[in-house]
């Protein structure tokens, strides 16, 4: 986002937010009303709550305790470091909706030290946002997009007892009500429509799934963890190779750091890393065909999504649908 500055520092030279797919699926030629939504070509954003890590936040408990104990004796060494690798996105969740995301990351946590139901983001540091707020915001978003549709697939539950995730699945009744799709075959839009919905809800709590029905089981994601584009396009083409899942699914284009590129690129941040990868990437999203056979993709998900045209390249590909 031109200009903004986030937690991790300046990202300029990242386009803004454009609102020109803000309303994308209702655009869908009606040719595609009919096609399940596992069938077509939706974009989405990785780890989408990162663009505003908390700054004073400790490390995550998932994280090797090295380096929450660097955050403790070290940091003004350690935080910047930890920052400019763990945000993944500059947009806030309502201009990457404007953007025409449809899938949304969520990984859900609760601070040891936090009040006992404030629910946070987190990617190695915790969000300033809280969920119950943010969930709040995209039900705005939707009741002025009425024919748009979200994914919004709930992961992670780091320190989330099952007392928690109650009150979480309450707060999501709660705040979407009768937007929420009940889980069952994968709907078309044509379908979503009709009976006024426009959420699926994943939800990677096998328990809390058995006792709602308004919650999908947690969508499958390929994540590859590859440093270099071509490794990470080796790795979703071998995927692909074995067949897609018969649901919702991602493909994930966000590349991942490791230690030693870290240490070997010290002045680089994830940003940079996506940035110079891009371009091939994209080239392989322009090259992939939604659908039903083995090979097909689905949700395609990556970090950075207001830069280089990913979002437009996403959807453009529901055109090929119209083939033949």
Not at 51 to 56: G, Q
Not at 85 to 101: P, R, Y
Not at 130 to 149: A, C, F, M, N, Q
Not at 222 to 233: A, R, T
Request: hydrophobic share 40%; aromatic share 8%.
């Amino acid at each position: 986002m031109g200009g903004q500055v986030s937690s991790a520092g300046s990202f300029r030279g990242l386009p803004c937010a454009s609102k020109a797919n803000a309303d994308w699926m209702s655009a869908l030629s009606s040719r595609l009303w009919d096609v399940p939504l596992h069938q077509l070509s939706i974009p989405g954003s990785h780890d989408t709550m990162t663009y505003c890590l908390n700054k004073k936040s400790p490390i995550s408990s998932q994280e090797p305790r090295l380096l929450q104990l660097l955050r403790k004796v070290l940091p003004c060494v350690t935080l910047p470091v930890v920052l400019k690798w763990s945000t993944t996105q500059v947009l806030s969740v309502t201009e990457q909706l404007d953007a025409g995301v449809r899938y949304l990351d969520l990984r859900i946590a609760h601070m040891e030290e936090g009040s006992e139901s404030n629910l946070h983001f987190v990617h190695m540091v915790y969000t300033t946002a809280l969920v119950e707020d943010t969930l709040t915001e995209i039900s705005e978003w939707l009741e002025g997009h009425p024919r748009e549709v979200v994914i919004l697939a709930c992961r992670n539950f780091e320190g989330v007892t099952e007392d928690l995730h109650e009150y979480l699945v309450g707060c999501i009744k709660n705040i979407f009500g009768d937007m929420l799709c009940p889980r069952g075959e994968v709907p078309t839009l044509r379908q979503l429509w009709s009976r006024g919905q426009q959420v699926i809800l994943s939800y990677e709590d096998e328990a809390s799934v058995s006792r709602h029905v308004e919650l999908w089981p947690g969508i499958p994601y390929w994540w590859g963890n590859k440093v270099k584009p071509q490794d990470l396009v080796h790795y979703l083409e071998r995927m692909k190779s074995c067949g897609r899942p018969g649901g919702l699914f991602v493909a994930g284009i966000n590349l991942t750091e490791n230690l030693e590129f870290i240490l070997v690129h010290p002045a680089w941040s994830l940003q940079k890393l996506t940035l110079s990868g891009l371009p091939y990437l994209c080239a392989w999203v322009r090259a992939q065909c939604p659908g039903s056979a083995a090979g097909c993709t689905n949700i395609i998900a990556g970090d950075f999504i207001g830069a280089s045209g990913f979002v437009s390249d996403v959807i453009g590909l529901n055109r090929k649908l119209l083939r033949g």
